[in-house]
């Protein structure tokens, strides 16, 4: 494990490097939507260079058998998005600082099944399988953490959950905390449960690694949206660039803790491998909070109660 654990080290150091820089930049204005989507393509077109430089580990294919989009169409992805509106639509009724990670998790979904749509991934089956289990995964630990079943809800979760529940982290804050639990705790073992390797003995690392181009993009309108419904202040730093090193750093650590998910042959194995995989989420989850705790959420609160809706 010590070449995971060399990665780890370089990509946790490069994500909290980019964190930092966010902090200082509360009074830093958003640069031009133009200027700043052409420097943020430019550099993930070199992120991503370096990104195909890691290959993925020869794994064997191993069939899905959950219940879940069992046949892998593309009504899973929809019947996942009236779920999410529904939820969302709830969440803005009292604003509900959860509403935060429940629009972008919406949008970033709608999105993937745009790029579906679109042919962007060689093996749809297997997307539509991931979206689905993902989101399962993301309602299920909702559910456990508003039933107090605490003990079942991840640490990184716990920590961003509660965060929300007490409204003392900044909108940003609560979205990178969100995003940080379910991407670098959930999204290993649910790509462990669907398989990393296809039929035919190709990596799904290709399909994994396209969305990063489509999230950089993503990232001005989902950011404005929330500054226009939820907070003013969402969209006033310009974090385009912090943003591709921090995704790109989750991503690529999401494909090598599952590769050790599913190579892990024995029960103590896996339990090594599970608790690396807690404990970096955990280890984000409290940089971001000490970055971005906030004193009062009033004048957000108040924004979003005449906005939110809209």
């Given at each position: 494990?010590?070449?995971?654990?060399?990665?780890?080290?370089?990509?946790?150091?490069?994500?909290?490097?980019?964190?930092?820089?966010?902090?200082?930049?509360?009074?830093?204005?958003?640069?031009?939507?133009d200027e700043?989507?052409?420097?943020?393509?430019?550099?993930?077109?070199?992120?991503?260079?370096?990104?195909?430089?890691?290959?993925p580990?020869?794994?064997?294919?191993?069939?899905?058998?959950?219940?879940?989009?069992?046949d892998?169409?593309?009504?899973?992805?929809?019947?996942?998005?009236?779920?999410?509106?529904?939820?969302?639509?709830?969440?803005?009724?009292?604003?509900?600082?959860?509403?935060?990670?429940?629009?972008?998790?919406?949008?970033?979904t709608?999105?993937v099944?745009?790029?579906?749509a679109?042919?962007?991934?060689?093996d749809?089956?297997?997307?539509?399988?991931?979206?689905?289990?993902?989101?399962?995964e993301?309602?299920?630990?909702?559910?456990?953490?508003?039933?107090?079943?605490?003990d079942?809800?991840?640490q990184?979760?716990?920590?961003?959950?509660?965060?929300?529940?007490?409204?003392?982290?900044?909108?940003l804050?609560?979205?990178?905390?969100?995003m940080?639990?379910?991407?670098?705790?959930?999204?290993?073992?649910v790509?462990?449960?669907?398989?990393?390797?296809?039929?035919?003995?190709?990596?799904?690392?290709?399909?994994?690694?396209?969305y990063?181009?489509?999230?950089?993009a993503?990232?001005?309108?989902?950011?404005?949206?929330?500054?226009?419904?939820?907070?003013?202040?969402f969209?006033?730093?310009?974090?385009?660039i912090?943003?591709?090193?921090?995704?790109?750093?989750?991503?690529?650590?999401?494909?090598?803790?599952?590769?050790?998910?599913?190579?892990?042959?024995?029960?103590?194995?896996?339990?090594?491998v599970?608790?690396?995989?807690?404990?970096?989420?955990?280890?984000?989850?409290?940089?971001?909070?000490?970055?971005?705790?906030?004193?009062?959420?009033?004048?957000?609160?108040a924004?979003?109660?005449?906005?939110?809706?809209?």
């Open positions: 494990m010590s070449h995971l654990r060399a990665l780890r080290d370089l990509l946790a150091a490069a994500t909290a490097t980019a964190a930092l820089t966010l902090a200082p930049m509360t009074l830093v204005p958003t640069a031009h939507a700043s989507g052409s420097r943020v393509a430019g550099l993930g077109t070199i992120l991503d260079g370096v990104i195909a430089l890691l290959p580990l020869p794994v064997e294919d191993t069939a899905y058998t959950g219940e879940i989009c069992a892998g169409s593309s009504a899973c992805i929809d019947a996942t998005i009236v779920r999410m509106q529904d939820r969302l639509d709830e969440l803005v009724e009292t604003c509900d600082h959860a509403a935060i990670f429940s629009l972008a998790y919406l949008r970033v709608e999105d099944r745009a790029a579906l679109e042919g962007v991934y060689a749809p089956v297997w997307l539509n399988r991931i979206d689905a289990v993902f989101a399962e993301y309602f299920t630990t909702v559910a456990n953490w508003q039933a107090g079943r605490t079942l809800v991840p990184a979760w716990q920590i961003a959950l509660r965060t929300e529940d007490k409204k003392s982290m900044t909108a804050g609560n979205f990178m905390l969100a940080n639990a379910h991407i670098n705790r959930d999204f290993p073992y790509t462990a449960e669907v398989g990393v390797t296809g039929p035919n003995g190709v990596s799904h690392k290709a399909d994994h690694d396209a990063n181009k489509r999230l950089d993503l990232l001005d309108p989902v950011f404005a949206e929330m500054a226009a419904r939820f907070d003013p202040r969209d006033d730093l310009d974090i385009a912090p943003a591709a090193f921090i995704m790109r750093g989750w991503r690529e650590m999401v494909w090598r803790h599952t590769e050790l998910l599913v190579l892990a042959r024995t029960p103590a194995q896996r339990k090594v599970e608790a690396e995989i807690e404990a970096y989420a955990a280890a984000q989850a409290q940089l971001i909070t000490l970055l971005f705790s906030a004193p009062n959420s009033r004048a957000r609160d924004w979003c109660a005449q906005h939110g809706r809209g």
